[in-house]
């Protein structure tokens, strides 16, 4: 094991314990950069509620949102941002 997947590995067992009840872990994604381990959860429908936010994905105003944003910044989507978020 390198010494990079050894702190991966570290860094990941500590933001587990650290995000446990937090968040929905079925819609995680994470990022490891050799300064840090980058994990991003969507809020639960419950937690969001409670911050009185509204989900957008696949709606309209997803779509108009996306259509907005500059072109290069387009084409840099990854293709889930396609399907799943905006619906496209």
């Given at each position: 094991?390198?010494?990079l997947a050894a702190l991966d590995?570290?860094?990941l067992e500590r933001a587990m314990r650290?995000?446990?009840g937090v968040g929905d872990p079925d819609h995680e994604w994470s990022e490891s950069t050799?300064?840090?381990l980058h994990i991003r959860r969507r809020l639960t429908p419950?937690?969001?509620a409670?911050?009185?936010l509204r989900?957008?994905?696949r709606t309209q105003e997803a779509k108009d949102r996306f259509a907005a944003l500059p072109a290069q910044v387009r084409r840099r989507a990854p293709q889930w941002a396609f399907t799943e978020e905006v619906g496209l």
């Open positions: 094991m390198t010494d590995d570290l860094r650290v995000l446990a050799p300064r840090a419950g937690e969001a409670g911050f009185g989900d957008i994905r």
